[in-house]
């Protein structure tokens, strides 16, 4: 590597970043001369802070404390690490290899100046001057045996670093794909929430245990510390806290065979890092192979899939094609993905809530929790489904200028969301089933009522879309310039969804009755009157469905000009 380029690097970084904040004008200036002086002031706190506990908190502290501690630390320095790398996915390096390639320049000392610019972060300046301080005050509490912290410390960050850096280069490679870079990102995002409701799902699942609270406490923190160590020992980021324990111990072998481990993994990490980037940018990295078949001797493309010229039983042409053009775009947008995700998160937030709730309700109400929740989940669909032809935008012309009666336009739509809604939905009954188990009539009709249920929210939905359209910008779930009126339609839908899902309950509030009043106490009126509820949603759907075609078909120009106007 030639110092004398790696100088010059440095420098055009350095005036590159000069230059924003010229531009940026005086008062972002200000505002980023306040933000380094509060890092500088946050990397001093952190020191102190981790030296202080160091020197007189961990020394009286028992062996298990002691590595919890660090295990709290390694957890949070990884967490904002996390968080700081979700932020920018779509960044792979400071400086361009494109814009270099051409100069007779060594790309090991670009590379070397993106990886060092990756390190700079909020995490780093508080986190890591947290631990040096904490390792500092250790070797003044426990002796200079603990000076073998500060190698295993450099490994620990050389691995962290190195592995983000080489998951960052990989993403940044997969996101020449703008789909793919959305997908990524959205899905990045769902992942991170999911891992940090762990928690909560271990105590879903009843991983906690019961007992008195003061046995529960001693017993929860020698678990912990039995888990912690068996992890520390098989998960390289927890070779730190382990390494730091045992030198408490007066035993160094653990620490220098983590500072080793990691270093090597480090060290690979920065090399495979390195030769995907030059296959990247040398455009030597391997694409999507084409599948092809051998026949008599000769390669010939595989056909293309005739996904969308199947023909769903008992429908037009064109609402079947419609709804499976739905199902398609429904599975590839990365914005309708997070939106169908979404509910996971709900089941998995609220049926922890649930879990520790430890009532009773009563049989009637058990079949109202299924129901609500069957509704919270048709709630926070609605920016998709009340919104159908906004996600379409210039695709929407599809319809316009095509053929297709506008009713199977609607009913295709509605068709497309039903594999996702009433998969969610059954699982959302499974669960409350699971949690409260209800009669097997109430079980029975609560299953048979999600249907009668999603018809009245798809009537509703397709007014909703018609009246109140909205432009959605690519890629994500914002309106782009929403009218006043657009906004008051469907803020007042939040207060008239219930109205409208009201009438669904009418069965199980008649089966009530018979029980307060004492009479048909025999009856399995639910099951019975929704039996009828559904036999009578489902004549009156086409019919209102006939009505909302006859909409479209008037507001169709409108709604095209709506949604295809400028994404600002």
């Given at each position: 590597m030639n110092w004398h380029y790696l100088k010059t690097f440095i420098w055009l970084r350095w005036r590159l970043r000069s230059n924003q904040r010229r531009k940026a004008?005086?008062?972002?200036?200000?505002?980023?001369?306040?933000?380094?002086?509060?890092?500088?002031?946050?990397?001093?706190?952190?020191?102190?802070?981790?030296?202080?506990?160091?020197?007189?908190?961990?020394?009286?502290?028992?062996?298990?404390?002691?590595?919890?501690?660090?295990?709290?630390?390694?957890?949070?320095?990884?967490?904002?690490?996390?968080?700081?790398?979700?932020?920018?996915?779509?960044?792979?390096?400071?400086?361009?290899?494109?814009?270099?390639?051409?100069?007779?320049?060594?790309?090991?000392?670009?590379?070397?100046?993106?990886?060092?610019?990756?390190?700079?972060?909020?995490?780093?300046?508080?986190?890591?001057?947290?631990?040096?301080?904490?390792?500092?005050?250790?070797?003044?509490?426990?002796?200079?045996?603990?000076?073998?912290?500060?190698?295993?410390?450099?490994?620990?960050?050389?691995?962290?670093?190195?592995?983000?850096?080489?998951?960052?280069?990989?993403?940044?490679?997969?996101?020449?794909?703008?789909?793919?870079?959305?997908?990524?990102?959205?899905?990045?995002?769902?992942?991170?929430?999911?891992?940090?409701?762990?928690?909560?799902?271990?105590?879903?699942?009843?991983?906690?245990?019961?007992?008195?609270?003061?046995?529960?406490?001693?017993?929860?923190?020698?678990?912990?510390?039995?888990?912690?160590?068996?992890?520390?020992?098989?998960?390289?980021?927890?070779?730190?806290?382990?390494?730091?324990?045992?030198?408490?111990?007066?035993?160094?072998?653990?620490?220098?065979?983590?500072?080793?481990?990691?270093?090597?993994?480090?060290?690979?990490?920065?090399?495979?890092?390195?030769?995907?980037?030059?296959?990247?940018?040398?455009?030597?990295?391997?694409?999507?192979?084409?599948?092809?078949?051998?026949?008599?001797?000769?390669?010939?493309?595989?056909?293309?899939?005739?996904?969308?010229?199947k023909r769903l039983p008992g429908l037009s042409e064109h609402a079947s094609a419609i709804a499976l053009a739905g199902f398609r775009s429904l599975t590839r947008a990365p914005e309708a993905k997070m939106m169908l995700l979404s509910p996971v998160i709900m089941v998995v937030v609220f049926g922890g809530m649930l879990s520790r709730m430890g009532s009773n309700p009563s049989e009637f109400v058990r079949p109202l929790f299924a129901s609500g929740s069957v509704a919270m989940l048709l709630l926070i669909l609605t920016s998709l489904a009340g919104n159908q032809f906004g996600f379409d935008r210039g695709g929407f012309r599809v319809f316009v200028l095509g053929s297709a009666p506008r009713r199977d336009i609607l009913l295709g739509k509605n068709l497309s969301l039903v594999p996702f809604i009433m998969t969610l939905a059954v699982l959302v009954t499974v669960l409350i089933e699971i949690l409260y188990p209800m009669r097997l009539d109430h079980f029975l009709a609560s299953l048979l009522q999600l249907i009668p249920m999603y018809l009245v929210f798809s009537l509703v939905a397709n007014l909703l879309s018609i009246l109140a359209p909205m432009p959605i910008k690519p890629g994500s779930l914002k309106p782009s310039s929403p009218k006043g009126m657009a906004i008051l339609i469907h803020f007042a839908f939040f207060f008239l969804f219930p109205i409208a899902l009201s009438p669904t309950l009418i069965p199980l509030g008649i089966e009530y009755l018979f029980s307060w009043s004492g009479r048909y106490t025999w009856f399995p009126a639910y099951l019975i009157f929704t039996v009828a509820e559904f036999a009578i949603v489902a004549r009156l759907y086409p019919l209102v469905l006939d009505f909302e075609g006859n909409l479209l078909h008037r507001r169709e120009q409108r709604i095209l000009e709506i949604v295809t106007s400028k994404i600002e």
């Amino acid at each position: 590597m030639n110092w004398h380029y790696l100088k010059t690097f440095i420098w055009l970084r350095w005036r590159l970043r000069s230059n924003q904040r010229r531009k940026a004008g005086t008062f972002s200036a200000v505002l980023q001369t306040v933000v380094i002086i509060l890092a500088i002031a946050a990397a001093v706190m952190g020191l102190v802070i981790g030296f202080g506990v160091g020197l007189f908190a961990l020394p009286s502290a028992s062996l298990d404390v002691f590595m919890l501690v660090w295990d709290g630390v390694i957890a949070a320095f990884l967490f904002f690490w996390a968080v700081e790398l979700l932020s920018e996915l779509q960044r792979s390096e400071l400086l361009s290899f494109e814009k270099l390639l051409h100069l007779p320049v060594s790309l090991s000392g670009v590379f070397l100046i993106n990886y060092l610019g990756s390190m700079f972060c909020g995490s780093v300046i508080f986190w890591v001057p947290a631990m040096i301080g904490l390792a500092i005050g250790l070797v003044f509490s426990k002796g200079l045996i603990m000076l073998l912290l500060f190698p295993l410390l450099a490994m620990f960050i050389l691995a962290v670093s190195a592995l983000t850096f080489q998951f960052r280069g990989w993403l940044a490679s997969m996101m020449v794909n703008q789909r793919r870079r959305r997908s990524i990102v959205a899905f990045a995002s769902l992942a991170f929430i999911l891992i940090f409701q762990i928690p909560n799902i271990l105590n879903f699942t009843g991983f906690s245990r019961k007992g008195p609270l003061s046995a529960r406490t001693g017993r929860s923190l020698e678990e912990r510390a039995a888990t912690a160590r068996v992890a520390n020992k098989i998960v390289p980021f927890g070779w730190l806290a382990y390494g730091a324990t045992a030198l408490a111990e007066k035993n160094a072998v653990p620490a220098l065979m983590g500072t080793v481990g990691l270093g090597l993994i480090g060290i690979l990490s920065l090399r495979r890092s390195y030769g995907t980037t030059l296959r990247l940018y040398t455009g030597d990295f391997g694409g999507v192979k084409k599948q092809t078949k051998v026949v008599e001797g000769t390669s010939q493309a595989k056909p293309a899939a005739t996904f969308f010229e199947k023909r769903l039983p008992g429908l037009s042409e064109h609402a079947s094609a419609i709804a499976l053009a739905g199902f398609r775009s429904l599975t590839r947008a990365p914005e309708a993905k997070m939106m169908l995700l979404s509910p996971v998160i709900m089941v998995v937030v609220f049926g922890g809530m649930l879990s520790r709730m430890g009532s009773n309700p009563s049989e009637f109400v058990r079949p109202l929790f299924a129901s609500g929740s069957v509704a919270m989940l048709l709630l926070i669909l609605t920016s998709l489904a009340g919104n159908q032809f906004g996600f379409d935008r210039g695709g929407f012309r599809v319809f316009v200028l095509g053929s297709a009666p506008r009713r199977d336009i609607l009913l295709g739509k509605n068709l497309s969301l039903v594999p996702f809604i009433m998969t969610l939905a059954v699982l959302v009954t499974v669960l409350i089933e699971i949690l409260y188990p209800m009669r097997l009539d109430h079980f029975l009709a609560s299953l048979l009522q999600l249907i009668p249920m999603y018809l009245v929210f798809s009537l509703v939905a397709n007014l909703l879309s018609i009246l109140a359209p909205m432009p959605i910008k690519p890629g994500s779930l914002k309106p782009s310039s929403p009218k006043g009126m657009a906004i008051l339609i469907h803020f007042a839908f939040f207060f008239l969804f219930p109205i409208a899902l009201s009438p669904t309950l009418i069965p199980l509030g008649i089966e009530y009755l018979f029980s307060w009043s004492g009479r048909y106490t025999w009856f399995p009126a639910y099951l019975i009157f929704t039996v009828a509820e559904f036999a009578i949603v489902a004549r009156l759907y086409p019919l209102v469905l006939d009505f909302e075609g006859n909409l479209l078909h008037r507001r169709e120009q409108r709604i095209l000009e709506i949604v295809t106007s400028k994404i600002e």
